[in-house]
């Protein structure tokens, strides 16, 4: 690491302000991490320069959730013979974007405040930047400014943004990125979505169903590509029968955005050659960049821009004093995998602080992230709902170990016919033949969002497959799924 950064022009230093931790973004992640080092009774600052809660609760998690929950609560009544009836008609799209709001409450953050305050954090709005070892400048809205010393560590909690495909012009046409997608007040008549990856997925189903016709353009194969290959061949389907056009193996050369109609023009290249598609808007969920460009990170002698990777207490490679927690060490940009990182890195901090000579870092120990190897689960809120943990068949094959994928057709348990009719899903478990555990479960179907814990617990406790059997799933449940997938094992 470089040494103390002696810049005095670019920040006026003010009387030191000491705390043992300073945390670096109010997001879900940064919140949890003071969380913890308050609860071990260390004192701690937060830097945040938007809103207390971060991307997840007013551009993300929750408003995506909110914004998806009629739409699959109504598809699912469809499939109850007696209800069907009564839900035939559109949704409200007024009072789903009203109900959204509620749920980003209104994008004001005054009850994440007061729950900070109410934990005995000290709060600094502002944009924070590392100002060499152990500190932290900030600059607040008002131009006031303080220097921030972490008497034991710093802990980066700045997340990701989206990340915007390099296209001449493409700035000039204000696209829609997940912030749009998520915060928009009126339904597009038309929109296309780029990309094929969860955001993609997510909010093409849900402005589907909200009233706009939707085009989904993926350069790939198809649908979910990180998931079972399953996965995304269902969501496709349920997305075309809900109205939806997808067109794979296809890329945009070109968007314009007509003055006076503000339609769009939206150039592409696919199987078909080059076509011209109009849009009223057009969103591009093509992946995450981590917000490190403007974190000081060069007054460390690291790389602005950068994602930071760590160990698994989520300290920097290389620094004793550094963290790096939640989407910024890009190892799982999930709200609860980021979460999971805060409660082990705390906990780490803290036993640092208090000089314990060794930590708990073998794997499964309470200062190791274990679990961001091996056992991250994932649900996709789409009608199917696609869930998932661990490693998926391809991904447990690359690991050289002997596996074996075992498939069920989830239309085979009664709990599921229940719950649906014409339930259409599947469900894959992948077992590491050799020590007969599972390394990965996925589920696609109505209702599995709420069955993937069970297969996160077998995953992370390595539950033997023979110690499963005794695992026994109430009837009519869809969780029968797991005893069938035991009895195909068998065979
Ligand atoms: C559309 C969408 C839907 C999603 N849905 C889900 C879901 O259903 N479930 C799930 O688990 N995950 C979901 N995710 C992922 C989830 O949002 C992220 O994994 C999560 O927000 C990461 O939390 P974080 O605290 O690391 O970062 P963030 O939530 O991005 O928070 C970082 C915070 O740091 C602040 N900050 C940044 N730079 C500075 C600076 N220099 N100074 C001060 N403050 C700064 C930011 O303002 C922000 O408040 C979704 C993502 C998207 C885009
Ligand atoms: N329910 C959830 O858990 C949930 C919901 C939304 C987002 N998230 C998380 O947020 C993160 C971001 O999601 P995301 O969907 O933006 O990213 P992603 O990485 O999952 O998908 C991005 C997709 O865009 C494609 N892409 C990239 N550049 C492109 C280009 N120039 N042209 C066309 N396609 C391009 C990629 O091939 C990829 O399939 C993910 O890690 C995801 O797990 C989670």
Redesign the pocket.
Known sequence: MASEYTDHQTVRMTEAEEYDVVV???????ENVADRVRAAGLSCAV?????VG???SYW??MP??ALLRPVVARAEARRVPGLRQSVQGPLDAEAVLAHRDDYTSHWKDDGQVEWLDGIGVHLYRG???LYGTRKVSVTSPEGEHHVLTARHAVAV????RAQLPDLPGLADVNPWT?RE??SAKEVPGRLVVVGGGV?AV?MATAWQALGSRVAVLVRGEGLLPKMEPFAGELVADALCEAGAELRTHTSVTDVVRHTGTGALTVSVRGPEGDERLEADEILFATGRAP?TD??GLDTIGLDPGSWLPVDDSCRVEGSDWLYAV???NHRA????Q?KYQARISGAAIAARAAGVPVLESDPWGAHAATADHAAVPQVV?TDPEAASVGLTLAEAEATGRRVRAVDYDMSGVAGAGLYADGYRGRARMVVDEDRRVLLGVTFVGPGVGELIHSATVAVAGEVPLERLWHAVPSYPTISEVWLRLLETYRG
Not at 24 to 30: F, H, I, M, N, S
Not at 47 to 51: A, F, G, T
Not at 333 to 336: A, D, F, N, R
Request: glycine share 18%; proline share 2%; charged share 20%.
């Open positions: 670096l973004g109010a997001g879900p992640v940064g830097v945040e320069s938007e809103l971060g991307e997840c993300a998690c995506s959730k944009h924070g930047r909690c700045t997340g990701s997940s997608a998520t955001v997510e917000r403007d974190i939640g989407d910024v940009l999930l709200t609860h980021g809120f």
